[in-house]
């Protein structure tokens, strides 16, 4: 099936369906891997002749079945931000299952942290008011103890999602720590038990599995009882952080300015004396 795919003339529309049923077999023998690499290659594949907006949708939905079933969760969530990325204001009502499989993927994978791009795709502004889309904002912009009262109040809607209380948790746990690691540079041990109800000798063990991560950089010094930052990976990225970035830049370039004038007077008579 490959090889046919790949003999076909780029301009063919069979590519399509020979690819769409190539997905399905690459899944029933678990071989994602050689026929799926990644979204902006699958858009290469039939750059010259592109599918029907409602052939991609099939496809992606197919895709992202299959990358869950072959364990590829990273994967398979770019996928439904692209199936989701396909419907206009006009349809996007009718996105409600695909807005929901996307967000409980997002939600349900131990390495997707940066949820706050889900927010913005249409399907998903769809379901504002709904319980699914605030537990969504839990998770982007919320602590461990607003996603504690959500869960209490709403224990049978999440378990009945799917989700698992226990991996929600200690999601939540890493994302409240790496909001409070934007705004203190240095936190005590005593600060952590609490915002992140853990029990003392939870919190070493805890800071290590963070920084396996390798989201936040810091250091621990256990005779001070304290965590030391030095940086994190944003949990939501809007204006103010595009603003602080473009002053970090800034900053780097007038000291890159400075450097080349300093060198400039440094090299400047060294030239002058050998004329």
């Known amino acids: 099936m ?35 690499k990644d979204v902006n290659h699958l858009k290469s594949q039939f750059a010259t002749c592109p599918p029907s907006n409602e052939q991609m949708q099939k496809l992606l939905r197919l895709l992202h079945e299959a990358l869950l079933a072959s364990k590829n969760s990273e994967q398979a969530s770019k996928v439904m931000v692209e199936l989701l990325g396909t419907y206009t204001t006009e349809n996007a009502s009718q996105a409600r299952e695909d807005a929901q499989r996307c967000i409980l993927a997002a939600l349900a994978d131990p390495k997707t942290f940066l949820l706050d791009p889900l927010l913005a795709l249409k399907p998903v502004r769809f379901l504002e008011g709904e319980l699914i889309h605030d537990l969504l904002s839990v998770f982007v912009s919320e602590k461990l103890s607003s996603y504690q009262q959500f869960y209490q109040n709403h224990k049978e809607f999440v378990n009945g999602l799917g989700l698992n209380h226990e991996q929600n948790t200690k999601k939540m746990r890493l994302l409240t720590f790496m909001q409070l690691a934007e705004d203190n540079p240095e936190m005590s041990f ?56 473009r002053d970090i830049l800034l900053s780097w370039k007038q000291n890159l300015v400075s450097v080349q004038e300093g060198m400039g007077a440094i090299v400047k008579p060294k030239i002058e004396a050998k004329k």
Do not use: C, N
Not at 21 to 28: D, F
Not at 200 to 228: G, N, Y
């Open 2 to 36: 490959w090889l046919l795919f790949q003999s076909l003339d780029e301009t063919s529309p069979m590519r399509y369906h020979v690819y769409f049923h190539l997905v399905q077999i690459a899944r029933s023998v678990d071989q994602m891997k050689h026929v799926f």
């Open 190 to 245: 005593q600060k952590l038990q609490e915002e992140l109800q853990l029990k003392p000798e939870e919190v070493e063990p805890f800071v290590i599995d963070v920084l396996k991560t390798k989201l936040v950089r810091a250091r621990m010094d256990q005779s001070a009882q304290k965590v030391h930052i030095s940086s994190t990976m944003h949990r939501t990225f809007g204006q103010p952080q595009w603003l602080q970035l």
